[in-house]
């Protein structure tokens, strides 16, 4: 089962709440968003902490899907070695005993592997969900956000991002703050910078979602579910 890659954008247009693109994702707005300041949420502690408890409950769900795997495999080779010592049976026979083992434990891999896939999906689901918050679903909200992200694209440069997330903030309107971040977050960090600062929540499930993708579609993930789930060398 391969894993399917975020879509940003969609979480990006269903975010805050609407019409007049009023409470911010991830809650109720105690103060307008021109109150808030970056001290007041220090971004390099609360996102490290989050995208290392991301980090940990993935390598923990693969780490305990590989041992079953492991276990698997010693199995289907203990079942071999006593296929083969049997004296009272034929090599055909034994052939035949040892195709069927090895077609139960290749099912039993790419159940494991499965159940696998289904829990990291569930991982990145629980920190989608996070990201995006509560947000309506209504015609007139959700336009409202598409259009937010419209004009945020058709921004240029940092200097207009910027002073458009300034008067974002000023006029108390998320939507547009939030787009803006979208549109920063990988090009323009300074700006992303002064987003997250005054919203650290959705800053800090962003950084855990981009963990999870991050290490579920990473090099060393493929490498290793290719040698863990392999029926290739199952026999070595």
Excluded at 17 to 45: A, I, N, Y
Excluded at 90 to 105: N, Y
Excluded at 128 to 139: E, F, L, S, T
Excluded at 186 to 201: D, I, L
Aim: charged share 20%; aromatic share 6%.
């Amino acid at each position: 089962m391969k894993m399917q890659p975020l879509v940003w954008t969609v979480f990006i247009e269903h975010r805050c709440d609407c019409p007049s693109r009023s409470p911010p994702l991830l809650g109720s707005q105690p103060e307008p968003l021109h109150t808030r300041s970056r001290k007041e949420h220090p971004m390099s502690t609360t996102t490290s902490n989050l995208a290392g408890t991301a980090q940990s409950q993935f390598q923990a769900i693969l780490s305990s899907h590989y041992d079953q795997a492991t276990k698997a495999k010693n199995a289907y080779h203990a079942q071999v070695e006593q296929i083969q010592a049997n004296d009272m049976i034929s090599d055909k026979a034994k052939d035949l005993e040892k195709e069927q083992a090895h077609a139960e434990v290749t099912a039993q891999l790419e159940a494991i592997r499965a159940q696998q896939d289904q829990a990291v999906q569930a991982l990145q689901q629980r920190y989608v969900d996070a990201y995006r918050g509560h947000q309506p679903d209504d015609a007139g909200s959700v336009r409202l956000r598409r259009e937010a992200m419209q004009d945020a694209r058709a921004l240029n440069g940092v200097d207009d991002l910027q002073h458009a997330l300034d008067d974002a903030i000023h006029n108390n309107d998320p939507a547009m703050a939030h787009a803006i971040g979208h549109v920063s977050r990988t090009a323009f960090p300074s700006v992303w910078e002064s987003y997250a600062g005054h919203f650290p929540q959705v800053a800090e499930a962003s950084e855990a979602m981009l963990v999870v993708q991050e290490l579920a579609t990473g090099s060393d993930t493929t490498v290793a579910n290719s040698i863990t789930y392999s029926t290739t060398n199952v026999d070595e």
